[in-house]
């Protein structure tokens, strides 16, 4: 015998962009360029079962309603669009309980001179994670993605242990570089969302840059921990770093000195860190990270 077990669904990368006229600082437009994704879960065995689809909300409605909210709601934060879209699934429609909402956000840079002009910024990728369940509340998780960091001294790794398959030498002054995947969750399910990305990107970029690194795991606690001062709404910190290795170039057969300057920027393989962030009170994180 076999059952159904956790299921859910919904229309992935919806690609939006709404502009509001005059908006922006100074009279400028604003523009609010977003990748959304839903899933719904919920009284939905029988789709599954029987191919009854009198409870599935489509996807290409859900599509569709996200080019209405954004109308209708303007260009507001994603965090404020996430959950006005997760309450109206879950208000709505009899058969959801349960709405994730996944919101990547691209910004653009006015071009200064000009009210309607932009440069596309490739510096990061905004992300915004919430989820709306009719039993166990809402949650909100932001954070930053594409995040390209690098120091070109301030860093070494040295004292490690050693065995018959080390080659890697010590390292007093190296250069250290990083895509950051940086998550954050919300004590609560609302804040000045406006005010709090800005506070914690400028945190997690500040201790990256001021931390005298001995290893990048040193560098994830500082930035997570720096986050978590930053912005007392935030309550836990996760974290990926791979570590994107930058080799000195070995100059000698050309009698050359290369002394720290022309480097080797490798892809691939890559030490990749992990880690969380809690604060002492941090309350249990519940549906947030599902």
């Given at each position: 015998m076999v059952t159904l077990g956790a299921n859910r669904y919904g229309k992935a990368e919806v690609r939006v962009v709404h502009v509001g006229r005059g908006a922006g600082p100074g009279g400028t437009d604003l523009i609010r360029d977003w990748n959304v994704s839903s899933a719904l879960s919920g009284d939905l065995a029988a789709t599954h079962l029987t191919g009854d689809n009198s409870k599935v909300l489509a996807t290409d409605t859900q599509?569709?309603?996200?080019?209405?909210?954004?109308?209708?709601?303007?260009g507001i934060e994603p965090e404020a669009f996430a959950l006005e879209l997760a309450a109206h699934y879950t208000g709505s429609a009899e058969a959801i309980s349960r709405a994730r909402i996944a919101i990547h956000e691209y910004p653009w840079i006015p071009v200064s001179g000009t009210g309607h002009s932009f440069a596309r910024s490739g510096q990061y990728t905004r992300t915004v994670t919430v989820i709306d369940d009719a039993g166990l509340g809402r949650s909100v998780v932001g954070g930053v993605g594409d995040l390209i960091v690098l120091n070109t001294t301030g860093s070494q790794f040295w004292?490690?242990?050693?065995?018959e398959y080390t080659t890697l030498e010590d390292a007093y002054d190296?250069?250290?570089?990083?895509?950051?995947?940086?998550?954050w969750r919300f004590r609560q399910a609302d804040a000045d969302w406006g005010a709090v990305f800005p506070a914690a990107l400028d945190a997690l970029i500040g201790a990256f840059a001021q931390t005298e690194s001995y290893s990048l795991q040193q560098t994830l606690f500082a930035m997570g921990s720096a986050i978590l001062a930053a912005v007392p709404q935030v309550c836990e910190v996760r974290l990926a770093l791979p570590n994107k290795h930058h080799f000195v170039v070995d100059l000698s057969p050309f009698s050359m000195a290369n002394e720290n300057e022309v480097y080797y920027a490798a892809d691939r393989p890559y030490g990749l860190i992990e880690g969380t962030v809690l604060a002492d009170d941090a309350p249990d994180a519940g549906i947030a990270w599902s």
């Open positions: 599509k569709n309603t996200v080019y209405a909210m954004a109308k209708k709601l303007g004292g490690f242990p050693r065995d190296r250069m250290l570089a990083t895509v950051v995947s940086a998550q």
